[in-house]
């Protein structure tokens, strides 16, 4: 069946780094793609999306690209900030509305 | 702007107790979700509905009843609560079947002793 599979954390950086949080998908056909953060204590926000191969998603300065041949979302940010410390969840969604999750990745960023 | 709404938000139960979640969304949404959350475990679908009247089986459903007399409720019953049942839960909603239109609630802690 679908599935998700994200890199494990929890992943700690410094203000400022660069984020890269893995996140590859088994599906049949293509299914759209997303990406939500879950701040402490909340519920979860879609973060960004994407609908077809090689679209781009983007949002808050994160993106992520749509990658057919790899089966891959992965999410990115050039430089993060302390208050973006959450934990992340891929996601695709399935006929009738159903989204499948990875088991999200905890981020945390030091000042 | 209420948008997904659950209550309680804390609860601890015993086992073999009963309870029920209530989710109400003010959204006019047809489509509405149960997810529960497990530590490294991801959300996992438990039942849905895709309108009033209507509900379906996700992936883990039992030890869950749901019902749906209106479009704006969604209660999820635990009938014998179980240790195994201690997560988060999670009401969500939409209006149709794409993806960024799903709102979520703020959860609900649910604990089994």
């Known amino acids: 069946g679908d599935s998700v599979t994200q890199m494990e954390g929890p992943v700690t950086l410094s203000e400022e780094a660069f984020l890269t949080i893995n996140c590859t998908y088994t599906?049949?056909?293509?299914?759209?793609l997303f990406w939500y953060v879950q701040y402490p204590g909340e519920g979860l926000q879609l973060l960004l999306k994407?609908?077809?191969?090689?679209d781009k998603g983007s949002n808050k300065g994160f993106e992520a690209t749509y990658r057919k041949e790899t089966t891959s979302f992965h999410l990115e940010k050039g430089s993060v900030q302390v208050s973006d410390s959450a934990v992340y969840f891929c996601?695709?969604?399935?006929?009738?509305?159903?989204?499948?999750f990875g088991q999200g990745t905890e981020l945390s960023v030091k000042p | 702007n209420a948008g997904v709404t659950q209550t309680p938000k804390f609860r601890i139960l015993k086992i073999g107790q009963s309870m029920t979640l209530q989710c109400t969304q003010d959204m006019n949404h047809n489509y509405m979700y149960w997810y529960r959350q497990d530590p490294g475990m991801g959300l996992k679908l438990i039942y849905y509905s895709v309108g009033a009247g209507i509900t379906d089986k996700g992936e883990v459903p039992n030890g869950y009843n749901v019902s749906r007399s209106t479009t704006e409720d969604f209660p999820l019953r635990l009938e014998l609560a179980a240790p195994s049942q201690t997560s988060v839960y999670f009401c969500?909603?939409?209006?149709?079947?794409?993806?960024?239109?799903?709102?979520f609630g703020e959860g609900s802690w649910l604990t089994v002793v």
């Open positions: 599906a049949t056909g293509y299914p759209s």
């Open positions: 994407a609908t077809k191969a090689d």
């Open positions: 996601a695709l969604i399935q006929q009738g509305g159903k989204l499948i």
């Open positions: 969500a909603s939409s209006y149709g079947r794409d993806g960024n239109t799903i709102y």
